[in-house]
């Protein structure tokens, strides 16, 4: 299986003015500048889909882009999904009004949304351990449905000596390691995508 389209679909401020649930979605989130709309350029092969900002914390909009994936079963060719890019939280020099709106809002989507159902959060790979990125895992687990799993996917791994990768590996077994540049991890996290949005129906 692989993803042969993508998609820009629409913009919104929260929950409220976001597009129809009728697709099921994966919420990528992640510390402002961890990479995150460079890995959604690499991971759906279109070069300027998500727009990356030169301000960490400018984004502050729950983007959606409609995602087409081609299947190896001849009587269901094509699978649909929407991939969802949320604003980076933590970044300090958002106002503080700002910052509560956009953390409510944030919030909103991640607890409210019916048809979420694969929460991906990026992780710097030289920095895993960060009370922030802590807090996020914890949260992400007291909200998590049944029908809903998370995926910790560590960005920026061609930084890494190999041998605190192979440390980093064994310290997260289940994660996954992404490096933009070398687009190393991205069938992984592909794999782990649409084995949970799908099951059998792609074979």
């Not at 159902?117 to 949260?139: G, K, M, S, W, Y």
């Not at 998590?144 to 995926?151: E, L, P, T, V």
Request: charged share 25%.
């Amino acid at each position: 299986m692989k993803i042969v389209d993508a998609s820009f679909l629409t913009s919104a401020q929260s929950i409220s003015d976001s597009p129809s649930p009728d697709k099921a979605e994966v919420a990528f989130l992640g510390r402002s500048n961890v990479g995150k709309s460079s890995l959604l350029n690499t991971l759906t092969n279109r070069k300027g889909l998500a727009k990356s900002s030169s301000t960490p914390g400018k984004t502050q909009l729950i983007n959606y882009f409609d995602i087409k994936f081609k299947t190896q079963n001849e009587e269901l060719p094509y699978l649909y999904a929407r991939f969802v890019d949320l604003p980076g939280f933590g970044y300090a020099k958002v106002s503080k009004g700002l910052k509560k709106d956009w953390n409510r809002n944030l919030t909103g989507y991640l607890e409210e949304r019916p048809c979420l159902q694969i929460f991906v959060h990026l992780i710097d790979a030289r920095h895993p351990n960060l009370d922030i990125d802590t807090n996020v895992d914890e949260f992400l687990n007291t909200i998590k449905r049944g029908d809903q799993i998370i995926i910790n996917a560590f960005t920026k791994t061609d930084k890494l000596k190999q041998s605190d990768l192979a440390k980093l590996k064994r310290a997260y077994p289940d994660g996954i390691f992404i490096s933009n540049l070398k687009k190393r991890g991205m069938l992984d996290l592909q794999n782990a995508i649409t084995e949970h949005l799908f099951g059998n129906q792609i074979f």
